[in-house]
């Protein structure tokens, strides 16, 4: 009779490696909800003193879109709701909830980008900000014509649009570099992966 001591296949260990990976997970969406916090609060306080012409930068569709593309499309989805529906309810705006689908959209639509090596790199991701504030922008601009604003298109594409899709622009590299600190590689979570 000898003493060994039990080991464990490979198998077994790699399933156990799986378990343990959404506790690690865990507080990274801590780190997601703080970061889309932050997002809202500099957005309604300090981002509209930040202006060029008549164009603010959001850096809320910055931080949603870092998210989705570091967490995918689920978590990127519930961030960009989130952030677009608090900075409708605290900021003056005249519709609830159009923020709210634009940047849950942007928000998907950016986490489709987690499971391919662009993610990686920063040049994609920087591309995704500048579309996603774009596609923000155009979007509430269309809602705003479509509920009777009249307002002439050169002047909302020049004075609003293009400056503010700009100064998102230049805050994309700072927020993507800050998520990758705070949040690490690309994971795509799912909604199993959550913990309960």
């Known amino acids: 009779m000898s003493l060994q001591t039990p080991t464990r296949s490979p198998a077994l260990e790699a399933a156990g490696a799986g378990r343990r990976a959404p506790a690690e997970r865990g507080p990274a969406l801590w780190r997601v909800a703080a970061m889309v916090a932050a997002a809202v609060l500099l957005q309604v306080t300090v981002m509209p003193y930040v ?18 593309v570091l967490r995918g499309p689920l978590v990127g989805g519930v961030a960009g709701f989130c952030g677009g529906l608090a900075v409708e309810l605290t900021a003056p705006v005249g519709t ?13 639509w950016c986490g489709r980008y987690t499971e391919r090596p662009e993610a990686v790199s920063l040049r ?12 923000v922008q155009l979007g509430y601009a269309a809602v705003q014509l479509l509920l009777g604003t009249e307002v002439s298109g ?22 993507l570099l800050v998520a990758r600190r705070l949040l690490g590689a690309p994971v795509d979570v799912e909604p199993y992966m959550i913990p309960r």
Request: net charge neutral; aromatic share 4%; charged share 5%.
């Open 124 to 135: 994609v991701p920087l591309a995704l900000v500048v579309a996603g504030a774009t596609f």
């Open 96 to 108: 609830v909830g159009v923020l709210a689908l634009l940047n849950l959209a942007v928000g998907a």
């Open 154 to 175: 050169s002047w909302a594409v020049g004075r609003v649009i293009l400056p503010a899709v700009g100064l998102t622009a230049l805050l994309g590299p700072p927020v």
């Open 51 to 68: 202006r060029v012409a008549d164009g603010v930068p959001d850096l809320v569709v910055a931080v949603v879109v870092a998210v989705g």
